[in-house]
């Protein structure tokens, strides 16, 4: 019986105790309709309250509101407290830069939390769901928390169908005598997990027409491990994390060493990938400075590792100057020195390629006059061998200590911007073997 294999996962996962009221998502489909018949049939053996919670996305006319009418008739059948919302997918959407299938979900998770405050969200999630998930996961990169699939458990939201598939579910339906409504999206391949669903799925179940079980087994196992993981991240934070500083943290593995870089992050809302979590890692053992996003930096000296913002301001005062050849001055410490030199063969002249200090542009590729300056907001440059435009503030983040970015020279002729001290020449200017004069830039403490 479905009914014995749900109370037995309930009971495994640790779902619910008696005396909780639990709110069934029902969007009139065969797993929200199972779920709250089957939550039902077990109520009084689990000591539970039962009620429905039907969103109305308005995205398919008369029928998303056939489906309301449908849930609220069942629920008053079978005597369930019953609750719709209604709400403006497509707006919300529009406002946020999200597809409709995103902006669905994160509407209808907003109404459940209201909804569902000192009781439990139960949602329709099966076996065949989290192999989807898993598949999907997979496919666009994922750690072990992804392969885990969805979480039976999260906060109030419990899903005790995980363990039964899609097949079981409309078998228990067709044995009361159940109907349900289909959703026309869910019979498209426009979403990615309906491509999923109907593409790869099948394919699978090919080669192994218990996939499904299959993929429960393994997505327990996945749970497990990682549950060992997330514990022994939890006590490596308690004992290095204070405030956004890690302390100690280098003595840990790699795999708890990352997570708890992961939590930090993500406590202070910053992105991340898994190639930014390696870079950090690196800089956590062995000493230096990340940048994570704008002006925050991921800071190491080898034993503690912490956050810090370090604000990245371009000057508000505007220092400019005609360009000499010999030695220019904006700021009181530094200094810009020019020097013109003769290359009839750019090939002959060794310093050109080996000098670490100096650039060389072609001084008459220079149009016009020309001026050394500070760098000023929206400041861009085509760099030698580029074949695009990049913004000076984005290069500066990814190459120039904050405390260095507010005395950097630079060069522009007529035409822009021909030299960004610490990032280089514009490639209109690149020497070739047609060039007479070079200008050699060097810059110098005074």
Do not use: W
Request: aromatic share 4%.
């Amino acid at each position: 019986m479905i009914t014995d294999n749900i109370l037995d996962f309930i009971h495994k996962e640790n779902m619910l105790h008696k005396g909780d009221t639990v709110v069934c998502g029902l969007s009139g489909g065969a797993d929200s309709v199972c779920l709250l018949l089957a939550m039902k049939q077990l109520s009084e053996q689990l000591g539970i309250t039962v009620e429905a919670l039907h969103v109305n996305h308005c995205l398919r006319g008369d029928e998303s509101d056939r489906d309301e009418a449908f849930c609220r008739k069942l629920c008053e059948d079978n005597d369930i407290p019953f609750k719709a919302f209604s709400c403006n997918v497509k707006a919300y959407a529009a406002d946020h830069s999200l597809s409709d299938e995103e902006a669905a979900r994160k509407l209808r998770y907003s109404i459940f939390a209201e909804n569902s405050a000192s009781k439990l969200m139960a949602t329709a999630h099966n076996a065949d769901d989290n192999l989807e998930t898993m598949i999907l996961n997979l496919a666009r990169g994922s750690a072990l928390k992804g392969l885990c699939g969805i979480p039976p458990v999260r906060g109030n939201i419990i899903r005790p169908l995980l363990c039964v598939s899609r097949a079981e579910i409309e078998a228990f339906l067709a044995g009361l005598g159940q109907d349900f409504v289909t959703d026309s999206t869910n019979l498209s391949d426009d979403y990615t997990r309906n491509k999923i669903r109907h593409k790869i799925v099948p394919l699978l179940k090919e080669l192994n027409p218990s996939v499904t079980a299959t993929t429960v087994r393994s997505a327990a196992a996945l749970r497990e491990e990682n549950a060992l993981i997330e514990a022994q991240t939890n006590a490596a934070e308690s004992a290095c994390l204070k405030g956004n500083t890690l302390t100690g943290l280098a003595e840990y593995s790699k795999v708890i060493r990352k997570r708890c870089i992961a939590r930090l992050l993500t406590r202070n809302s910053l992105p991340y990938s898994s190639e930014r979590l390696d870079a950090a890692d690196n800089i956590l053992v062995n000493c230096g400075k990340l940048n994570i996003s704008n002006d925050t930096y991921f800071v190491s000296d080898g034993k503690s590792a912490s956050l810090h913002t370090i604000p990245d301001k371009s000057p508000d005062i505007e220092l400019s100057a005609e360009l000499v050849i010999g030695e220019n001055y904006i700021f009181p410490d530094r200094k810009l020195v020019c020097e013109l030199i003769l290359c009839d063969d750019l090939k002959k002249n060794e310093a050109v390629h080996n000098s670490l200090t100096s650039l060389y542009l072609d001084y008459d590729k220079i149009k016009g006059r020309a001026v050394v300056r500070n760098r000023r907001f929206g400041d861009k440059i085509k760099l030698k061998g580029r074949d695009f435009t990049s913004s000076v503030k984005k290069l500066i983040n990814e190459k120039i200590p904050a405390e260095e970015r507010t005395s950097l020279h630079f060069i522009e002729d007529e035409e822009g911007t021909v030299y960004a001290e610490k990032i280089g020449i514009a490639d209109r200017v690149r020497p070739d073997r047609s060039s007479h004069r070079l200008l050699k830039i060097t810059v110098r403490n005074n």
